[in-house]
């Protein structure tokens, strides 16, 4: 699977093409701004979107969704929790298959209701729940410091070190990390209680 990243728009957001290299089927996530620069990658590749996925409802992250489902086709995935339009709803531990290629959707809720991350061949796409350096405010509409600590610990912290990870907004020192590397270095996920954490994001 290839990844295709693109900085879009004035919030350092990240939108996402996986592509299956070898049918050319591929998945938009988190399309908002800049579309232009979107439809000429989707049409540089010779790529066919199949879905569109937003790793939660927030408007910098879903705004593009109907203008790229009209342009492409593509249907449009969200969490079962989602507020927003969608065609089909996942869950936890639900696949995203596309050619040859499987993704597996991890509910990671605490900065949305309805956060999700992405995993597969070896990446993972951790939308507003992580960034390098940091992770997802929690003062919005169902934010929540404890079930933040509970995706960041009991999910994210369990899976593969060696995960290269992408995430929604380009808020860190570079745009790729590893999730090894932010289990090493991220204030966030330094071993401490939930107690503790709920008072570190004063929430």
Known sequence: ???????VGNMQNFTYILEDET??????????????????????????????????????????????????GARIIQHEASILKHDIAVKDGDKIRFGGTEITVFHTP???????CLVGDGKILTGDTLFVGNCGRIDLP???????????????AKLDNNLVMYSGHNYGTRPISTLGEQKETNF????????????????
């Open 1 to 7: 699977m290839k990844v295709h990243q693109l900085q």
């Open 23 to 72: 049918t050319g089927e591929a998945v938009l996530v988190d399309p908002s701004w800049d579309l232009d620069a979107v439809e000429q990658l989707i049409t540089r590749n010779n790529l066919k979107i199949k879905y569109i996925v937003n790793t939660h409802h927030h408007f910098d992250h879903t705004i593009g969704n109907e203008a790229m489902a009209k342009a492409t």
């Open 110 to 116: 605490g900065h949305s209701k309805d956060s999700i």
């Open 142 to 156: 169902g934010g929540s410091a404890n079930e933040l600590y509970h995706s960041l610990f009991d999910v994210l």
């Open 188 to 203: 966030v996920m330094e071993p401490r209680t939930e107690e503790e954490f709920v008072e570190l994001l004063g929430g």
